[in-house]
């Protein structure tokens, strides 16, 4: 399932800024949550009012590794540094895919936690302000949840964006959003651990490419 672009209507976006008092008078930012993608929204509209900026990531993450850590601090140091802005002012907004579109590309046995778990980890980890499931599983859920929260800065797990890549998605989010990628580094995936668990179980495979 995915949700339509008319999830918020002009009267409901209004509505939700009743949080936007809240974060201007106490200074009061959510951080390390992980919110519905509901609740996700009506808070990025309230973070909109404050100027701040929306940069946007996610992945699997059914177990967090080293590799992932860089992903969340290589795409708060280089969003700051695309766009000129401090890191007081940049919001981290993780997607966590949920478990049907993960099992639908590693595999009957992915993920190994559910997606309500790996959320709540991801949240937990430096540099991360909010972790979200979208919901959406026959197309890119990242890409889609970006068509909602329209972020400034989209950050993947891979060595560059294509030229075709670049102009695909301002196709679909109607506007040039910020593109930057993240080259994955010489560390141990979650898909070779748990190869290396089952081998040393002697479990036959517990996990695929």
Request: hydrophobic share 35%; net charge neutral.
């Amino acid at each position: 399932m995915c949700f339509s672009l008319e999830l918020l209507d002009a009267q409901d976006s209004k509505n939700n800024l009743k949080n936007l008092d809240i974060i201007k008078n106490t200074d009061y930012i959510k951080m390390g949550e992980h919110l519905d993608f509901g609740e996700l929204v009506k808070d990025i509209i309230a973070l909109r009012e404050l100027e701040r900026k929306i940069v946007l990531t996610g992945g699997c993450f059914d177990t967090i590794t080293q590799g992932h850590l860089y992903l969340f601090r290589e795409s708060r140091k280089r969003a700051r540094e695309l766009l000129g802005v401090d890191d007081g002012n940049l919001v981290l907004v993780v997607n966590v895919v949920n478990d049907e579109r993960v099992r639908g590309y590693k595999g009957e046995n992915r993920p190994v936690r559910d997606e309500r778990t790996r959320a709540d980890i991801v949240a937990g980890q430096v540099g991360v302000d909010y972790s979200t499931v979208y919901p959406c599983v026959k197309q890119g859920p990242t890409i889609e949840l970006a068509r909602h929260i329209k972020p400034d800065v989209i950050v993947q797990n891979m060595e560059k964006w294509t030229p075709e890549e670049k102009e695909k998605v301002a196709s679909i989010l109607g506007y040039n959003v910020g593109m930057i990628g993240i080259e994955k580094i010489g560390v141990e995936s979650t898909t070779e651990i748990y190869r290396r668990i089952a081998a040393r179980a002697g479990i036959e495979s517990v996990a695929r490419s």
